[in-house]
């Protein structure tokens, strides 16, 4: 018998995950900073990001996008992740968090 996982659980640990990859040119976490879009989890356990970037010229928009889905497949419990880059809407400062905010001396 397969055994259920909570899927509030499964959310709350992507997004710890998450919390722990940083954008190399601002020293604040992805999803504080605003470039997690959306997370989507099915009932297979896979993963489908929806992110951005600060920029569609950011050195790192190659490298970012695996890490992302590398360090969700980490995850126990999770088959597969995948990150779909979007820049609609930009990104922009607005999208960042308070705690974000704080960190960089914008409040």
Not at 63 to 76: A, D, G, M, N, Q
Not at 88 to 104: F, G, H, I, T, V
């Amino acid at each position: 018998m397969t055994q259920e996982i909570d899927t509030n659980d499964l959310g709350e640990a992507i997004v710890k995950k998450l919390k722990t990859i940083y954008d190399p040119e601002i020293p604040v976490d992805i999803y504080e900073l605003g470039l997690i879009y959306d997370v989507m989890v099915n009932t297979d356990y896979e993963v489908k990001i929806l992110m951005t970037l600060t920029s569609p010229n950011c050195p790192v928009a190659e490298s970012l996008p695996r890490e992302v889905e590398e360090k969700v497949r980490s995850i126990e419990h999770i088959k597969d992740a995948e990150v779909e880059i979007t820049f609609d809407p930009p990104w922009s400062k607005d999208l960042m968090s308070e705690e974000a905010k704080l960190e960089l001396g914008m409040l």
